[in-house]
């Protein structure tokens, strides 16, 4: 049994898509799609004074629906200083902050222009920090269809061997279920409810933020917090009927 799970990049993502990534046996990053605005890929919330806000990375936009993910590049070589600068002032009273500042601080130096490599470096580098050791390999990797969705993720589940494949529950608006069960492959959808709270500054208490949140809240406990660290189910069960 092999376990494939495959998102396009975000920038500072949220605990649920880390939980994920450790969930499975290998995590390809499907950047060679078409580029979405006001999207998780460029930009993702973290806790201020005032309560969530957005850290957005600008992006030159040549064409909406041409430009594909790891094409796409920022609009301000200072974005990595602005956002460092507000982590900092809306950080700096965590609990943790003292601990992992140096490490965030050699994140944010960085020259890289392309968006998918810029997430690309915090995603590795969040995982090491957590000791999350799953593969991560690109989708430009490997020679695929490209009849439709769908036939897509099966030729990627054929060409590394996936079994079961694990999805966010979004995608239940274009998957056909009944298609990857014809060609062997189990699909398994991640269920995100049931987080535990954890302990968080400036005010009312919310899950929907980056995992630097939590890092920065709980230090070496952030795994803790995040159910494929503790055991606890991160899949709800397939209900092929209802998708055919």
Request: contains cysteine.
């Amino acid at each position: 049994m092999k376990k494939l799970l495959v998102i396009q990049s975000n920038y500072i993502p949220w605990k649920g898509y880390f939980d994920a990534i450790n969930a499975v046996d290998e995590f390809i990053l499907h950047d060679d799609r078409q580029y979405t605005k006001n999207d998780w890929r460029n930009r993702n919330k973290i806790k201020t004074t005032k309560g969530p806000e957005w850290l957005s990375i600008p992006v030159k936009i040549k064409s909406v629906h041409l430009q594909r993910i790891d094409e796409a590049q920022v609009a301000d070589p200072q974005w990595n200083k602005s956002h460092w600068q507000k982590i900092q002032a809306n950080y700096s009273k965590a609990p943790f902050f003292k601990e992992y500042k140096d490490l965030f601080a050699e994140m944010y130096n960085t020259q890289e222009t392309y968006l998918s490599k810029i997430n690309y470096h915090f995603i590795t580098s969040i995982n090491k920090l957590l000791g999350i050791t799953t593969p991560i390999r690109w989708s430009t990797e490997f020679n695929l269809t490209d009849v439709g969705k769908n036939e897509r993720l099966i030729d990627l589940c054929h060409q590394t061997g996936t079994t079961d494949y694990y999805s966010g529950p979004a995608a239940k608006n274009y998957m056909n279920e009944a298609l990857f069960k014809e060609a062997g492959i189990n699909v398994h959808w991640l269920d995100y409810s049931g987080y535990p709270v954890y302990s968080q500054l400036h005010g009312e208490f919310t899950h929907e933020l980056s995992i630097i949140d939590l890092i920065f809240n709980e230090g070496p406990n952030a795994k803790n917090f995040l159910k494929s660290f503790t055991g606890k189910p991160m899949v709800q069960k397939t209900n092929i009927s209802a998708a055919i």
